[in-house]
């Protein structure tokens, strides 16, 4: 169960928190210097002295508070560079007492990760909104654009993230990819995707019970490219991209599938993904109403 921040948020960003584990650091400073590597530890020492770094119990952590293994230690997440804008813009959609719906644009990260903090769709849209409480309840991929449900309510949360795990969020998504003559479509493409082992960023099919399924079909041939409607009925990461490689129609500009390019390419911002999620409708857990949304982007 995630603890209850100690640290509020601070431009659109909530803190980070980390259980401590046993370990053999006397103090503070000399485990987060030691585990958390991307900081110097004067930066560490000066963000301790002004409070930054705390307990569950709302403590101010000095860099020489005793370790304490069991303790929930909160802290905001920085990068020492800096960050630059992404020249992208997003769209809310809907704004209600428990829902925010957002038009993603590509090249946005959803969450806080890696080399993006402030320039990600959450915290652009705390700061924008001032939802303190905002947190996404379905995934897209950084790469990915359209269509992404936020829950601003803690209360009612629970039962809108309820509807992934029972598959009752039904989805559209619009992909352009090469045309296959042989390729009988539509499809209902099974098969079981798991990481690729020592490569996090990367899944492949592997043997074994499948565990996705996406049905596919053409919905507009376009000269030498088609159109595609993709209607995933589960969510493992990647799942779409996986598939439509698998089938020998890899998304245009799809820089991991089927072969990924080297770490370290920078974004061309005239070459998206061309994988859009077009829309989405549910059945309001609350109310019984029907709820459809609408990407505004087009590929």
Same mark, same amino acid.
């Given at each position: 169960?995630?603890?209850?921040?100690?640290?509020?948020?601070?431009?659109? $960003?909530?803190?980070? #928190?980390?259980?401590?584990?046993?370990? !053999?650091?006397?103090?503070?400073?000399?485990?987060?210097? &030691?585990? %958390?590597?991307?900081?110097?530890p004067q930066v560490w020492r000066e963000r301790m =002295?002004?409070?930054?770094?705390?307990?569950?119990?709302?403590?101010? =952590?000095?860099?020489?508070?005793? #370790?304490?293994?069991?303790?929930?230690?909160?802290?905001?997440?920085?990068?020492?560079?800096? &960050?630059?804008?992404? !020249?992208?813009?997003?769209?809310?959609?809907?704004?209600?007492?428990?829902?925010?719906?957002?038009?993603?644009?590509?090249?946005?990260?959803?969450?806080?990760?890696?080399?993006? /903090?402030?320039?990600?769709?959450?915290?652009?849209?705390?700061?924008?909104?001032?939802?303190?409480?905002?947190?996404?309840?379905?995934?897209?991929?950084?790469?990915?654009?359209?269509?992404?449900?936020?829950?601003?309510?803690?209360? +009612?949360?629970?039962?809108?993230?309820?509807?992934?795990?029972?598959?009752?969020?039904?989805?559209?998504?619009?992909?352009?990819?090469?045309?296959? *003559? &042989?390729?009988?479509? !539509?499809?209902?493409?099974?098969?079981?995707?798991?990481?690729?082992?020592?490569?996090?960023?990367?899944?492949?099919?592997?043997?074994?019970?499948?565990? +996705?399924?996406?049905?596919?079909?053409? *919905?507009?041939?376009?000269?030498?490219?088609? %159109?595609y409607r993709l209607e995933p009925v589960t969510g493992?990461?990647?799942? $779409?991209? /996986?598939?439509?490689?698998?089938?020998?129609?890899?998304? $245009?500009?799809? $820089?991991?599938?089927?072969?990924? /390019? !080297?770490?370290?390419? *920078?974004?061309?911002?005239?070459?998206?993904?061309? %994988? %859009? *999620?077009?829309?989405?409708?549910?059945?309001?857990?609350?109310?019984?109403?029907?709820?459809?949304?609408?990407?505004?982007?087009? =590929?």
């Open positions: 169960m995630r603890p209850t921040p100690t640290l509020p948020v601070r431009d659109g $960003l909530s803190p980070s #928190y980390l259980w401590l584990q046993p370990g !053999p650091w006397p103090d503070m400073l000399s485990f987060l210097v &030691e585990r %958390l590597t991307a900081v110097a =002295l002004r409070g930054e770094v705390r307990n569950q119990h709302g403590e101010a =952590l000095r860099p020489e508070t005793p #370790y304490r293994s069991g303790d929930c230690i909160f802290y905001y997440r920085q990068l020492p560079q800096g &960050e630059e804008r992404i !020249p992208v813009e997003e769209k809310i959609l809907h704004v209600d007492s428990h829902l925010l719906v957002a038009d993603k644009p590509h090249f946005l990260p959803v969450i806080p990760t890696g080399r993006f /903090v402030q320039e990600t769709l959450l915290v652009r849209l705390k700061k924008e909104t001032g939802l303190e409480h905002l947190t996404p309840i379905h995934r897209l991929d950084r790469e990915t654009a359209g269509v992404i449900v936020f829950s601003h309510n803690p209360d +009612s949360r629970g039962k809108y993230q309820s509807m992934f795990q029972r598959r009752t969020m039904y989805k559209v998504y619009e992909a352009i990819a090469p045309l296959r *003559a &042989e390729l009988r479509l !539509p499809v209902v493409h099974r098969s079981r995707v798991e990481e690729i082992p020592g490569q996090f960023f990367k899944m492949y099919e592997a043997p074994g019970e499948p565990n +996705s399924e996406t049905h596919i079909s053409l *919905a507009e041939p376009r000269g030498e490219l088609g %159109l493992r990461r990647h799942q $779409l991209r /996986v598939h439509m490689a698998s089938l020998g129609i890899p998304i $245009l500009n799809d $820089l991991f599938y089927p072969n990924a /390019v !080297p770490v370290g390419v *920078a974004d061309d911002l005239d070459k998206p993904l061309k %994988l %859009l *999620a077009r829309s989405l409708f549910f059945i309001d857990p609350l109310d019984g109403s029907e709820r459809h949304f609408h990407s505004e982007r087009t =590929l």
